[in-house]
Structures are given as structure tokens and as C-alpha cells.
């Protein structure tokens, strides 16, 4: 049973660039991986940080404004009748109609190969 990869043709220069390809690529996702996993940390840090329109700081979590039932209600049937107006109302009836195939000589084969054995004499 012979191998049909030569280990001997691997040089030290290809273990080097082999190694030093996937010390980047590990490097690369664990670095994203500490970057995505403290930015939700700094961006509510910031939030919590900015001033209310009146001027004073805001102490613990920041206030996001509340809507009523109804308000949500409205704005989502606007959004679906708005939505929904912009597709023409279809039948759903379709129509086939079986189209004359025309002939052309760049689809057909049998006279590519009679010109073929032509050209041999």
C-alpha cells in the first residue's frame, strides 16, 4: 500500500507559511469574537451615560418610550393596507400557449457532426 503524497517534498518554509495562514485565521476570530462580545457592553454604557432632552443625567437603565395597544394596532394595519396596495390584484388564471419552434443551426448537433466528417476528406 503506497502513499501517494510525498512528506519528504515539505519543507520547513511550508510548515512556517502552513502555521503562520492558520495562527492569522484563529487570531482573526477570536479577536471578532471579544469585539462583538464587548460592544453590547459599550453601547449601553453610552446610552446610559446620555442626558435626557430636559438636561439631567439618567441614573440606572435608560427609559425607552412606551406606546398604547391601539397606537401599535394603527400603525400596523397602516403598514399592511399600505403594504398591500402596491401588488396589483391578479386572476391566478394561467394561459399556455404552445409556441412554433423555429429551427436554427446553432442548436442542432447532427449537422455539426456532418460538417464535421465533411471537413476530414
Known sequence: MSNPFDFSAIQLEH????????????FSLIL??????????????????????E??????AHQTPTQSGEVNAAIAMALSLYFSELHDQET?????????KTY???????YNVINFKGAQR
Not at 510548515?15 to 484563529?26: E, I, N, P, S
Not at 391566478?92 to 412554433?100: D, P, V, Y
Open 104 to 110: 436554427s443551426p446553432w442548436n442542432s448537433k447532427i
Open 15 to 26: 510548515l512556517t507559511l502552513a502555521a503562520t495562514g492558520y495562527g492569522v485565521v484563529f
Open 55 to 60: 438636561g439631567h443625567a439618567t441614573h440606572g
Open 32 to 53: 471578532l469574537y471579544f469585539i462583538f462580545s464587548i460592544m453590547p457592553k459599550v453601547l449601553d454604557f453610552r446610552l446610559k451615560k446620555q442626558p435626557d432632552p
Open 92 to 100: 391566478a388564471i394561467l394561459t399556455i400557449k404552445k409556441a412554433a
